[in-house]
């Protein structure tokens, strides 16, 4: 169980790999599977003072109907 759940949305895939990938390199832990839901992409860490992390990209497109 996590102290507190942080979120966070962020503009691409490219940049929540980015981020979830220089916490695990800083020492942080993988906490769940990635998710790819078509338009939602999220993965999710814990940081060494055992926060849980969901850093989420979600695309407006498939909302937007197109």
Request: charged fraction near 25%; aromatic fraction near 6%; hydrophobic fraction near 45%.
């Amino acid at each position: 169980m996590a102290e507190s759940i942080i979120a966070l949305g962020l503009e691409s895939r490219r940049r929540v790999d980015e981020i979830v990938d220089a916490a695990l390199l800083a020492g942080g832990g993988e906490a769940n599977d990635m998710t790819d839901q078509g338009g939602m992409y999220v993965r999710s860490f814990h940081d060494l003072d055992g926060h849980l992390w969901e850093v989420a990209y979600m695309d407006p497109a498939p909302m937007a109907g197109e």
